[in-house]
C-alpha cells in the first residue's frame, strides 16, 4: 500500500511525499510509539540536537534544540545566535 505525507512547517515548505506502508514501516512505527509512551510516562524529556532538518520542522518553536539541546555556555549560545 502507498500513501501520500505532508510534512514541513510552514505552507510555502510543505511537501508531500510517498511512502510505501509495509509490515517493517508498521513495525518501526509501533516500535517508535511505545518509546514515546515510555518517555511521556517517566516524565523525561530527552535532549534535543539541533541539525540541518530542524530548519523545516514544525515542532522547532517547541523543541528550542539551539536552547534546550545538549549544555552549551551562555555565551557560546548567543555567539552562535548572533552569527546567523
Not at 9 to 14: A, L, P, T
Not at 33 to 39: G, K, Q, S, T
Not at 45 to 65: D, G
Request: proline share 2%; charged share 35%; with cysteine.
Amino acid at each position: 500500500m502507498r500513501k501520500k505525507l505532508l510534512h514541513g512547517n510552514e505552507i510555502k515548505n510543505r511537501r508531500r511525499q510517498e511512502v510505501r506502508i509495509d509490515e517493517k514501516l508498521r513495525r518501526e512505527t509501533k516500535q517508535a510509539a511505545a518509546r514515546l509512551h515510555e518517555l511521556v510516562r517517566s516524565g523525561r524529556t530527552p535532549l534535543a540536537r539541533y541539525e540541518k532538518k530542524c530548519k523545516s520542522c514544525s515542532l522547532m518553536a517547541l523543541c528550542m534544540p539551539k536552547v534546550a539541546g545538549v549544555a552549551k555556555s551562555v555565551n557560546r549560545y548567543l555567539s552562535q545566535v548572533l552569527a546567523e
